[in-house]
T-cell receptor, first 110, second 112 residues
């Protein structure tokens, strides 16, 4: 499994964009980048995933570099409810398990 | 009602006791998982099952066992609980397509 590296913590002002980086320099060509978040001690929640193209949904945008060695999750207008631990995970589809590292603790400040 | 339900949500027990954590799902997914989370750490996979007759060990299966009683039910057992099994336990489900995980609300276990 490809490993990911994330900063342990970040702050963001409420209303501003939160940009969460993830390095995955050993990612293979058939591995996807997934993002999950965990609010307090709730079960992690799926946010978004992508292979090589940038992706956007109602929660966030995922920007993957052309060489696929890193990615950025963007929360365009962070709110206090976005305070959570964000996990970046790489995995193949169809059968490979998710490996959750320690993630990035994002604090959205008023 | 939650799509992935875990019982009990909280449990305090003593060293040496047998404990079962239960998970049921109404999502119709074939794959089910048990994860463990310790404070400040990510989730670690204990066991997973891709269908009723399939059981696989994860990275930290020692001291745990599981049973997949039906497609919708996946139970985790601690045969003889020990204090370092004190943790937050999560059940999750997925399909074989995108593989997106859907988590339960967690079961907090304290072993004294």
């Amino acid at each position: 499994d490809a490993k990911t590296t994330q900063p342990p913590s970040m702050d963001c002002a409420e209303g501003r964009a939160a940009n969460l980086p993830c390095n995955h320099s050993t990612i293979s060509g058939n591995e996807y980048v997934y993002w999950y978040r965990q609010i307090h001690s709730q079960g992690p929640q799926y946010i978004i995933h992508g292979l090589k193209n940038n992706e956007t949904n109602e929660m966030a945008s995922l920007i993957i570099t052309e060489d696929r060695k890193s990615s950025t999750l963007i929360l365009p207008h962070a709110t206090l409810r976005d305070t959570a631990v964000y996990y970046c995970i790489v995995r193949r589809n169809y059968g490979q398990n998710f490996v959750f590292g320690p993630g990035t603790r994002l604090s959205v400040l008023p | 009602d939650a799509d992935v339900t875990q019982t009990p949500r909280n449990r305090i027990t003593k060293t040496g006791k047998r404990i079962m954590l239960e998970c049921s799902q109404t999502k119709g997914h074939d794959r089910m998982y048990w994860y463990r989370q310790d404070p400040g750490l990510g989730l670690r996979l204990i066991y997973y099952s891709f269908d009723v007759k399939d059981i696989n060990k994860g990275e930290i299966s020692d001291g745990y066992s599981v049973s997949r009683q039906a497609q919708a039910k996946f139970s985790l057992s601690l045969e003889s609980a020990i204090p370092n099994q004190t943790a937050l336990y999560f059940c999750a489900t997925s399909t074989g397509n995108t593989g997106e995980l859907f988590f339960g609300e967690g079961s907090r276990l304290t072993v004294l």
